[in-house]
């Protein structure tokens, strides 16, 4: 990545500093809902039910990203490229979603039972008419908020995805106050988030100028032809970051499964700081790449997002003997060692995010998909041999070398493709410092 100088070399201007706290809060909250949902279901259901809820919600899921076709991203990537026609982008990326969602909801109704053949019906039917219910709000819901991040409109991006998660965080606080221990009305809270979510998002819109800006066949083909590229690494990261899970549900006992969701659960607070990078770092880096300066601008946002990430998993993993029984319950207390291993799993995958991020920005987004189809074929190998014989702590190391795989193909391409030294990805610089410095002193102020 070439170290060009311009004008934001010397660290994030004021509108990119204030976009990136307010993104990095909203993230935070988003996952502080995440772990309040998380621990009141380990706390209501114990492991063997918290197992069966992450069993319905992650078939689901994986579906519904596998099926998309890479058309959220692409409706992000044309909103920031083309803002001539960004009305027209968003009414065909909502028509689309909408006859993509109704696809899936099709596919998943008769491949499900397949799946689980011989398994336990009433979970089959109870994950069938989840993703009747989940698949197509889901999808519309992903192309809206998609197009808020690519037009710039961070705050409501911000407010629509986090409505999601505060419904359902809000919804689990309901079910525990009262006495509820039903895992299909804790599986009800997230449709109901998930519905909630498209609204918002819907809700913020460019609904006075929609009607005079169609959908257009040919925006519909330029999104789905970049979305294709794309969907190989949708494929690829569905199953290398959900293969564990899905292989847990399908051959495992449910209470291992359960020990595995909680660990991911607190292991992935980690992911604020470089999925909130990646959110605002996509629409500049666009801008960068029309100026010939992204390989600069992304070496910034990686070397500020890894040492953010880094310092805050030496603390988490330290407390984790303790937190993690006191939060989700002495039952939980054996996914301490599964902690340990994604912690610095979860490190890997969030830059991994960041730099594929990067190549969508400059319009390379198979160079992304194509790390993780690498990721998805160790994850098969690696899952193949630990899970019979370690099970979760198994499918943990398993992610590990997965997204380890990915990165280093990652970082190869960025040397090659963006250029740069190596060293200039993980020195800070005084900007840097001076950058997290104005960031902190923004947020303490605010």
Known sequence: MSVTPDASASGLDAPSRGAIVTTGAATAMILGCGIVSGLIAARSLGPTGRGELATITVWASVLLYAGTLGLPE????????????????????????????????????????????????????????????????????????????????????????????????????????????????????????????????????PWKSAGAAPASTEIARRLFHYGFRVQVGNWSNAASVRLDQLLLSVFAPASSLGLYVVAVTYSNVLQTIPSSAAMVMLPEIVRQHEAGTAGACAERWYRRALWTTMLGAMVLAAIAVVLVPALFGSAFADAVPIVMVLVPATIILGMNQLLSTAFRGVGRPEIGSASELIGVVVTLVALGVLLPRYGAFGAAAASLAAYASSHVYLLRQARSILGGAPKSLYMLTRDDMSALRGAIYKRGSA
Do not use: K, M
């Not at 909502?94 to 019906?121: D, E, H, K, S």
């Not at 069938?128 to 808020?148: H, K, N, T």
């Not at 961070?154 to 106050?177: D, T």
């Open 74 to 205: 692409a409706v992000a990537y044309f909103s920031a490229a083309r803002g001539s026609d960004r009305e027209r982008v968003w009414t065909t990326g909502q028509i689309a979603a909408l006859a993509l969602g109704l696809v899936i909801t099709v596919a998943g109704w008769w491949l499900i039972p397949a799946i689980f053949a011989g398994r336990n019906a009433t979970l089959v039917q109870s994950i069938r008419w989840y993703l009747v219910l989940f698949a197509i709000p889901g999808c519309a819901s992903l192309c809206a908020s998609a197009w808020l991040q690519g037009a710039g409109r961070l705050r409501a991006y911000n407010i629509s995805r986090s409505s999601i998660h505060f419904i359902n965080a809000g919804g689990a606080v309901v079910l525990l106050a009262a006495g509820d221990h039903s895992v299909a009305h804790f599986a009800a809270v997230t449709l109901i988030g998930n519905l909630a979510g498209w609204i918002v998002a819907a809700g913020y819109g």
